[in-house]
């Protein structure tokens, strides 16, 4: 895939994965904050160390493993212990990654109970705790998707300017390479386009006030979690796969 | 539960559904058909009987049904081999249905196969038969939760009428029954709304000859199936819970 080919691909992916993050985030914000679907032990020990929420991702990504959804370059499990793939393994022939282990899923999942979900969701428990962690599961899986997408971002901004990466990455130079990444006109129209989606999607079917807070929600969430996961995504793929 | 809040209740749960449906419906059509997934053998004998669908649904609903959601009046599940609640059953205190076994899964899922994916998705295969199992489990799982709801429509017509109810109820008149819930103005308010909220979903991202394709096939999809089907649970309900 030329480079002309990756950048327009990886746009269409990144905004076509904002609406099934929109979306995934509209589902969870029905039901409350749960508290007990997140802390290991709180709903009996059934689900030995995991908390609920971890033992329903867990399970989905051993049947999703089944199906070969890790073998994908845009795909990148949160657990390590999957089986393998009962289907034949495609060939993706236009991969352009370099082979790397970049994973950030364990970073991710902690921002996602500490800070998404206390912003996202009304305080309190409505014991819909099945619910609750299906949603999880979507979200994560999107938000996942989204900031592993950086790994292309970095290959693209790579191959458009090799030499410059290259100097910065012989040295190690972390912070040269984020600065190297950053746009910032282009996160600016991104925080942009994801509030005017969000407060339109929203406004179809909530009250104004909570229409406007999730607005608030999703755009803070892209500016806080999602832009620097990705941003350490592409600069580890950078620093590790590039060496 | 009283008639007038049971009425809320049911109106705002089969609005808010509708956006469920539809964005599930959304993510489906990103996908061709990908008839292989829903031929049981297509892609080997790995799964049994069960096509690599039928697989992935069964597999999700054993999770689920760990998560007690098969215990909820407004969950069905489309297999009966499913594992006992990890969780303590929730009490519905508010559960206004009587006893009854009604379950259209079978029928939904035929008409999920055979009328309604050809209808959404563009000929052709992709491969992406994990990616297709994971948004038909989603879309399923919300086609299912909207149909079955209409135990609680006709619970609730039942408690308005019901002298006019245990009639044709006694009788076994199922026309008359399927006459009695039907509100032409109604359903066509439904179709017009549903027609909007697919067109302004699909109109943010897609161009305009598919958003506007995407609006005539998902107010068919309710024409044609859901609505239809929705009808058959009410009828059924009636006469076997209400007997």
């Not at 073998?71 to 949160?78: A, L, M, R």
């Not at 990466?165 to 994801?194: N, P």
Request: glycine letters at 6%; charged letters at 25%.
């Amino acid at each position: 895939m030329n480079n002309h080919l990756l950048l327009t691909h990886i746009r269409g992916a990144l905004i076509r994965l904002e609406e099934t993050i929109i979306f995934s985030l509209l589902e969870r914000a029905q039901f409350k904050r749960n508290r007990a679907a997140y802390d290991s032990g709180a709903l009996g020990d059934m689900f030995g160390a995991e908390s609920l929420v971890e033992y329903m991702l867990h399970e989905t990504e051993k049947i999703h493993a089944g199906m070969r959804r890790y073998t994908s370059p845009d795909e990148h499990p949160f657990f390590s212990d999957l089986p393998e793939p009962l289907l034949q393994p495609l060939r993706y022939h236009e991969n352009p990654l370099v082979k790397n282990t970049v994973n950030l899923n364990h970073e991710l999942l902690r921002a996602y109970t500490d800070i998404l979900i206390p912003a996202l969701c009304a305080e309190g428990d409505d014991a819909q705790y099945g619910s609750t962690a299906v949603c999880d599961v979507a979200c994560l899986q999107a938000l996942s998707k989204r900031i592993h997408y950086g790994k292309f971002v970095a290959e693209s901004k790579y191959q458009a300017e090799p030499e410059r990466y290259t100097t910065l990455i012989a040295a190690g130079d972390r912070h040269g390479l984020a600065d190297a990444i950053t746009d910032d006109a282009v996160e600016e129209a991104l925080f942009q386009r994801v509030a005017k989606k969000a407060g339109s999607y929203s406004g179809m079917f909530l009250d104004p006030q909570s229409a406007k807070n999730f607005q608030t929600t999703v755009t803070a969430i892209y500016r806080d979690i999602i832009i620097p996961l990705t941003k350490r995504v592409e600069v580890d793929y950078l620093l590790t796969g590039k060496r």
